[in-house]
């Protein structure tokens, strides 16, 4: 069983910055993807950004330029470095890593940690 706890969610205003960190029970080695996804009420889950352990980084194009995910394997953490918010980047924030062993695929999610942009 994985573990994912978030932090750095919160209030601020529309153009300011956030950084949202999600540390993870287990070596990220053995994930293939670690990601960041949001939800509103009402709403889908949506992927916001990935961190493939092959392959280039994945953004939506929502947050092409503002938003960008790193990885650090010494913490074992997944962090969003959000910038330019907006009022429409309000959501609950998920992290989520994907783990293959042998045929099978499992997904981890973590309790998710409310960004909320106002002023």
């Known amino acids: 069983q994985v573990q994912l706890v978030e932090s750095g969610g919160g209030l601020v205003q529309p153009g300011g910055s956030l950084r949202l960190s999600c540390a993870a029970s287990?070596?990220?080695?053995?994930?293939?993807?670690m990601a960041w996804y949001r939800q509103t009420p009402g709403k889908e889950r949506e992927l916001v950004a990935a961190?493939?352990?092959?392959?280039?980084?994945i953004y939506a194009d929502f947050v092409k330029g503002r938003f960008t995910i790193s990885r650090d394997t010494a913490k074992n953490t997944v962090d969003l470095q959000m910038n330019s918010l907006k009022p429409e980047d309000t959501a609950v924030y998920y992290c989520?890593?994907?783990?293959?062993?042998?045929?099978?695929?499992?997904?981890?999610w973590g309790q998710g940690t409310q960004v909320t942009v106002s002023s």
């Open positions: 989520n890593v994907e783990r293959v062993v042998g045929e099978t695929t499992t997904h981890y």
């Open positions: 287990t070596n990220v080695f053995f994930f293939n993807v």
């Open positions: 961190y493939p352990r092959v392959g280039s980084r």
